[in-house]
């Protein structure tokens, strides 16, 4: 298991060209003034790329500079970062021993890592001691020494590493009495673990780190064994203390309510206190939204929602949570929804899901031009598939109903590109093509595959049959009319009454 996660570029570029394979270690050449003025820009410019996020340009300019000096420390460091993230360590480990190599004293840290990562101990070690003796004073080298032989589960000489730290830096750190007392826990000293941080608050009463610190060690003392009394204690000490961070107590909470033996009724009394400590913070705003609808009470939640939409308007998510919540609250109006997505539109307008809602909204008031402009914006902005499919479905049906038909099939076309066994779009495509005069054996076609998987549908079943009748093919279109009647229960469309007495006079 590796322990250590030393930066990498999160990368993945494909098409790559120009692989480098590491070569023996060599003397590194003079470069001239012109080469070394070359490599100094394409650095810069791979640097400065990097930061931009363009890490192909990055990579490209890399490739420039390793071309020109093959051992430059910088180069090798920065294109074994590259590597590891495209190829995996193996790739990468030559050229970051490579950048070692060239300059110990700046990449020790990414070689002793890399090294003990793929498996090499002994060099990492080796590496280790090495830096040790030439910078005895190193925390960054006894810091990562003890690390690693904390992983490796030699907690005696990881110990021994915190005492030189402590040692070098006069009086411990609460850095370094975190690790020793993390180091002591590891091994199963969790008395003389606990003891470190009660040494340490005795000379800093007042570090709230290392008191929160104290307090999770007994809460997991409590839980271990079952002690709800003491557990709720101390719990209730956290999410009072002025030393821990809401997010903290709000995770606290999350965690240890059930084996505390909180019911619904104190957890939402706790995040009631949380509120009161915190009535602007919007982290205990949305963990009352979250419990609330988790309980079952959505206008309590909404309550919740519209606070927090007080602080941030404008937050596209928080108000859909909202709108959901207002359709499942029985207190809510018809008029309050509305308002609500017009308000919603209004400051979102270029959001596809508010130019959804408002489409809808438009159409149930019959403004059926207002919702094809409001569908022309929200498919313009709309840029991901989940985002475009319901809009396209939307927009295509609605432009079939108006007449529209080649703007209709040109949606229905998009949907089926991005879903092709749509049923209901299959369906309205094939109704729109009979009906228009369009081509019925497409029509036919697209309708025979929604009967093939919703053979029980009887508006597919409907749409086949009258494709049918207009070809001509009435003893068939019968059949799949009367199936159409059966399935649709004892009160069916008018529609289907009439398309069935058609079909009958027509087959007669």
Known sequence: MRIIRYIVLSVVLLGMSGTIQAKPKAKARRLSDVEQMRLDYYLYAALDASDRKDHAQAYFMLELCYKIDSLNPTVCSLMGAYYQSLYGLDKAYPLIRRAYEGSPHDYWYRYVVASYDAGLRSTAFKTLKEMEKSEPKNMDILD??????????????????????????????VYSVLTRYEILCDQGSRRAAVQVLDNYLERNPND????????????????????????????????????????????????????????ADEQKRLLNELREQYPLEQEVYQALLTFEKEHGDPHAALEAGRTLLSMNPANSELREQVVD??????????????????????????????????????????????????????IEHAEEPTERLPLLILYGDMLG???????????????????????????NYAWSLAISGGDLKQAEKMSQRTIQKDGNNPTFLDTYAWILHLQGQDTLALFYIKKALEYAGETPDETLHEHYRIILEKQQ
């Open 144 to 173: 990562l020494h003890a690390h690693i032989l904390r992983h490796e589960r030699n907690y005696k000489e990881a110990l021994a590493i915190q005492d030189k730290i402590d040692k070098l830096t006069g009086e411990p750190t």
């Open 325 to 378: 919540l207002m359709r499942d609250d029985s207190t809510t109006t018809d008029e309050e929804y509305r308002q609500f997505i017009l308000e919603s539109y209004a400051l979102l307008p270029d959001d596809p899901k508010w130019g959804y809602f408002k489409a809808l909204l438009c159409y149930r008031e019959n403004k059926i031009d207002s919702m094809l402009i409001v569908l022309d914006r929200a």
């Open 208 to 263: 709230g780190r290392v008191r929160a610190m104290r307090t999770d060690h007994y809460l997991i003392d409590a839980y271990q064994t079952r002690d709800k009394v003491t557990g709720r204690k101390l719990l209730s000490e956290q999410l009072i203390s002025q030393d821990v961070p809401l997010s903290t107590k709000l995770k606290k909470l999350q965690q240890h309510h059930a084996w505390l033996g909180y019911d």
């Open 401 to 427: 109903q108006q007449g529209e038909y080649t703007r209709a099939f040109a949606a229905y076309d998009e949907v089926l590109k991005l879903q092709p066994d749509h049923l209901g779009t299959l369906n």
